[in-house]
């Protein structure tokens, strides 16, 4: 599976950005997707994740309550609605596909930046 993420920009603290992630290549509806971020000289880390089915969602505890992920297995597009950002949201920010249980044979979107100024 081919996976393109977008959505990424500039935005205030306390302002909203949406992220997509549109796949190609393979079904779509049989991955358990992600959201991962990298910030400058950090370690990438897990943000959120999404059962095949949609039915199941995961979040980061830094998160939690502010984002939501979803996926439109019809468009083939998983998103990711961040509201009330903060300066520490600024990362880049990796869209990931699984069949399997782990992260660790994922495929992995390029990658979109989201900058959030105090």
């Known amino acids: 599976v081919q996976l393109q993420a977008s959505g990424g920009g500039l935005v205030q603290a306390g302002g909203s950005l949406r992220l997509a992630c549109a796949a190609s290549?393979?079904?779509?509806?049989?991955?358990?997707m992600a959201w991962f971020r990298q910030a400058p000289g950090k370690e990438r880390e897990f943000v959120a994740a999404?059962?095949?089915?949609?039915?199941?969602?995961d979040y980061a505890d830094s998160v939690k309550g502010r984002f939501t992920i979803s996926k439109d297995n019809a468009k083939s597009t998983l998103f990711l609605q961040m509201n009330r950002l903060k300066p520490e949201d600024t990362a880049v920010y990796y869209c990931?596909?699984?069949?399997?249980?782990?992260?660790?044979?994922?495929?992995w979107g390029q990658g979109t930046q989201v900058t959030v100024s105090s």
């Open positions: 990931a596909a699984t069949l399997g249980s782990t992260w660790s044979s994922a495929y």
């Open positions: 290549g393979s079904t779509f509806s049989r991955y358990a």
């Open positions: 999404i059962s095949y089915s949609g039915g199941s969602t």
